[in-house]
């Protein structure tokens, strides 16, 4: 198991795959974010497991973490999926998998009982199949959300740029620059930079307005779980001008998906990895996030968007010590994930909205991929030891 892990990671800059590993270490929560590969190559090996079950555009990663609040390109905030680095043309049960043992490990993590998990995976099964059987992809907003959710995006909302700014830069003598800390933030080179500048410059030329994207400094960005060890940046931008106007962009190379990689379906011609990430995004959330953007980097393709305020995920310790907001958030993530299939059913090879329909009104299929992610879960406790005594 350490041997393909390593193997997966293979080539990853040192610095930030070692944040990565310790980011594992920290539980197993943290260890089944942060192997996916793991998830799908077993999976792959295992499929008489699955029930059978329309191909859908998933995200590749869906887990309680991979849910947020960002503001989209119409200015509201929303709810809903945000992370697409491994989506692809899926079964709609295997991304439903992934979700139910994800529910396992997370009430492991908060030292829930397994009956609490069932009871949550119940909830998101219910969900989920109610949604695609009312046939309409919705979304979910401040009006519409409850629980942890509506705290959520109460609390994005009290967020600006301006306070964004303040938590990941510093103003000396007039000149606005990028913390560098070691964390979030770490230093580049002379040529990372030239080639940031570079890329950046030829994308403000498409734009509207060329001088929101002027470069005023950037760093390598330390952040998330699973794609620690890719290039990524914090880029500083005159935005909209004087001192707090700048604005904060991220720029995160895009690698193959490990969904893709398992399951050999056939899967669309994209110009690179960044625009499959992108297009496939663009079709499942309800409104992208601002400035979402495919590419060019040096030779990588590179996902661009504004960089959210880092209160926008879902985390475990929003969840702790309250069971309600869980079963709550528990059902909004059904429904979003059946949203998210309807409304990108029909395209390139997915199933439209009637196969769904059709899907969701069958019967067994649910306790199936219920019992899969009881019996996966336990794998990834032990896993996740023997990885922990590996790291010693």
Not at 347 to 362: I, K, N, P, Q, Y
Request: with cysteine; proline share 3%.
């Amino acid at each position: 198991m350490v041997a393909r892990i390593e193997r997966f990671n293979a080539g990853r800059e040192p610095e930030r795959l070692g944040i990565k590993y310790r980011k594992m270490r920290g539980s197993s929560f943290a260890f089944f974010r942060g192997t996916a590969h793991l998830f799908w190559e077993d999976l792959a090996s295992r499929k008489e497991a699955m029930p059978k079950s329309p191909l859908v555009w998933a995200c590749g990663d869906l887990h309680f973490e991979n849910f947020g609040s960002f503001q989209g390109d119409n200015g509201l905030s929303y709810f809903d999926l945000n992370d697409f680095d491994d989506a692809a043309l899926a079964p709609a049960a295997w991304e439903i998998a992934r979700f139910l043992t994800s529910a396992q490990v997370a009430a492991h993590a908060l030292g829930l009982k397994r009956s609490d998990a069932d009871e949550l995976g119940k909830l998101f099964l219910d969900a989920y199949r109610k949604a695609l059987m009312d046939g309409k992809a919705r979304w979910i907003e401040r009006a519409t959300a409850t629980g942890m959710v509506r705290r959520l995006l109460r609390r994005v909302s009290r967020e600006t740029r301006a306070t964004l700014l303040q938590s990941h830069t510093s103003l000396s003598r007039g000149k606005r620059r990028i913390v560098v800390d070691g964390r979030r933030a770490l230093p580049v080179t002379d040529s990372q930079r030239a080639q940031v500048t570079r890329q950046l410059d030829r994308f403000a030329k498409s734009q509207p307005d060329a001088d929101f994207f002027k470069m005023l400094d950037v760093a390598r960005r330390a952040a998330g779980l699973g794609s620690l060890g890719l290039a990524r940046y914090i880029v500083l931008v005159r935005g909209d001008g004087g001192r707090d106007g700048n604005a904060l962009l991220d720029a995160k190379e895009a690698a193959p998906s490990s969904l893709a990689r398992f399951e050999k379906r056939r899967q669309p011609t994209w110009p690179s990895e960044a625009n499959r990430i992108v297009s496939v995004q663009r079709r499942m959330q309800a409104v992208a996030p601002a400035l979402l953007h495919a590419r060019k980097i040096g030779r990588g393709g590179f996902i661009l968007r504004e960089l959210q305020p880092t209160s926008d995920r879902l985390s475990l310790k929003d969840a702790r010590g309250d069971a309600h907001s869980l079963r709550s958030a528990a059902k909004a993530m059904g429904r979003l994930t059946a949203w998210a299939q309807l409304r990108s059913s029909g395209r390139e090879g997915s199933a439209t909205a009637d196969d769904l329909m059709v899907f969701a009104e069958a019967s067994g299929w649910m306790g199936r991929i219920a019992e899969y992610g009881r019996r996966y879960a336990t794998e990834v406790h032990r896993d996740y030891k023997e990885f922990v005594a590996a790291q010693k």
